[in-house]
């Protein structure tokens, strides 16, 4: 029998239905699988367990967008947990640098966004300096050109 609850299963057929959908993932089907995140923040070390699974083993393509079901989680559960203990953060901590080395896999286009979102955390307090930095260690070179170009203002705006 199987003891994982029954908004965790809706949450990781959310997640996985990705694969069929086109790119980019609009962002009601981003605010969709938050949704089921967020029901089963109950759960949230499934979910976040679901989510890194995802992540390590999803096709280059589909690394940027899982990155941006990360994120969509991170900022709600903030956003959601001003009352009560964060759970999502310290948990994808936890792993984050093994879940960064699986998402700079993506395709080399990928990697400002990934730095953008990075750069968000750290403006969001999501994650402090030194976790932002140490992820940012993990990258390509190429992509810290890219991180010195945001931090310094010089990025474009998409």
């Known amino acids: 029998m199987d003891d994982v609850p029954e908004v965790v299963h809706e949450f ?4 996985y ?9 609009s962002r009601a089907k981003m605010t969709n699988i ?3 995140a ?6 949230y070390k499934h979910v976040v367990m679901i989510v890194e699974k995802f992540i390590t083993k999803a096709a280059v393509q589909y690394k940027l967008p899982a990155l941006y079901v990360m994120d969509s989680i991170l900022r709600q559960s903030k956003h959601q947990s001003a009352d009560q203990r964060e759970v999502f953060a310290p948990r994808f901590s936890k792993n984050i640098e093994k879940t960064f080395t699986h998402l ?3 395709p080399e286009q990928d990697m400002s966004k990934i730095i953008k979102v ?3 955390w750290l403006k969001n307090n999501i994650y402090s300096q030194e976790v932002i930095d140490s992820l940012f260690s993990l990258a390509p070179v190429a ?3 890219l991180e010195v170009v945001e931090r310094e203002g010089g990025g474009s705006p998409e």
């Open 118 to 120: 990075l750069n968000l």
């Open 17 to 25: 239905s990705l694969y069929e959908t086109r790119l980019p993932v």
């Open 104 to 106: 700079f896999e993506c």
């Open 34 to 36: 938050t949704k089921r």
């Open 143 to 145: 992509a810290h050109q």
């Open 12 to 15: 990781k057929t959310e997640l």
């Open 38 to 43: 967020m029901k089963a923040s109950k759960f």
